[in-house]
C-alpha cells in the first residue's frame, strides 16, 4: 500500500488492503512438546538455549547476513545462549565461511530445507526476518500464529502484525545490525519471551490471519466490483 502511494502516486480512495492469510495445522501440547525436545536434541540446543528461527531461500534479501553480525555483536557481549537454525534451499559455502569469519561456532547453522516446518516452529522461541524487500512475508505470519516473537523490518508487508515492543520488534532498516543485536538480546529475557510470545498468539488467534478469512475478503472485493466503472471519474 506504501508504496502504491510513494511511487506510483495512486490515490488511497482507490486502495483496499486485504493481508495474506496462513493455514497452520493444530498441534496438541504433547505433539509441540515431543517436537520441540527432537528438534532441539538433533541439534544440539539446550533448553536453557534461546533459539531462533530463519526461514528463507534467497539468504541475502532476508537479511542472514545481518543476523549473523548482529550474533558476532552479542559474541563480543558475552551472549552465547542464542542459537540460530537457518531453514531453505540455497548455497551455503560463502555464508559458513562467513560464519567461520565471525567465530560463530555452533551459534549459527544452515539445515537445509524441512518437510515439516511446523516441528521448528514448536522448537523455536522467535523468529528473524530483517528482510530487505517482501510484501508480505506467510513466514512472519506463520510465526505469530504459532505464538513466536517476530523480529522484522519495515521493508515487509506482514511488519504491520507485528506489534513493535509488544509481539516482537520492527526494525526501520535491517541492517541496524547495533539494534538487531539488542533486540536479540531482549529476548534472551525469559519473562519478556513469554510476553510476546501470548501477544503474538493473541494477535493471531481467532483467524485473523487465516487463509479462509483472506480467501473471504478477497471474494467479497470482487463482489464489490461487479458494477460498472465510470470511466470519466477515473480518467486523467
Not at 16 to 31: M, T
Not at 212 to 227: F, K
Request: glycine share 10%.
Amino acid at each position: 500500500e506504501a508504496q502504491l502511494r510513494t511511487h506510483y502516486d495512486y490515490p488511497e480512495s482507490h486502495t483496499r488492503y486485504i493481508l495474506n492469510g496462513v493455514d497452520v495445522a493444530d498441534a496438541n501440547g504433547a505433539v509441540r512438546a515431543a517436537n520441540r525436545r527432537q528438534i532441539r536434541e538433533r541439534f544440539g540446543v539446550s533448553d536453557d538455549d534461546v533459539l531462533w528461527l530463519q526461514v528463507c531461500h534467497n539468504f541475502r534479501l532476508k537479511g542472514v547476513g545481518c543476523v549473523m553480525e548482529a550474533l558476532s555483536s552479542l559474541r563480543e557481549r558475552g551472549v552465547d545462549s542464542v542459537k540460530v537454525l537457518v531453514v531453505g534451499r540455497g548455497r551455503v559455502g560463502s555464508w559458513e565461511t562467513k560464519a567461520r569469519r565471525l567465530r560463530l561456532g555452533d551459534m549459527h547453522r544452515f539445515i537445509g530445507p524441512a518437510d515439516d516446518i511446523g516441528a521448528f516452529y514448536h522448537a523455536a522461541d522467535a523468529l528473524a526476518h530483517p528482510t530487505y524487500y517482501d510484501p508480505c512475508s506467510r513466514v512472519v505470519l506463520e510465526a505469530v500464529v504459532h505464538g513466536l516473537p517476530v523480529i522484522g523490518s519495515g521493508y515487509d508487508g506482514a511488519a504491520e502484525v507485528v506489534e513493535d515492543g509488544i509481539s516482537g520488534f520492527v526494525l526501520p532498516e535491517p541492517d541496524r545490525i547495533a539494534a538487531l543485536a539488542d533486540r536479540i538480546q531482549q529476548l534472551c529475557d525469559g519473562g519478556v519471551r513469554r510476553a510476546m510470545a501470548t501477544a503474538a498468539l493473541e494477535r493471531g488467534g481467532g483467524g485473523a490471519l487465516s487463509m479462509s478469512r483472506h480467501v473471504d475478503e478477497v471474494l467479497s472485493m470482487y463482489e464489490g466490483m461487479s458494477s460498472p466503472i465510470d470511466s470519466a471519474s477515473v480518467s486523467r
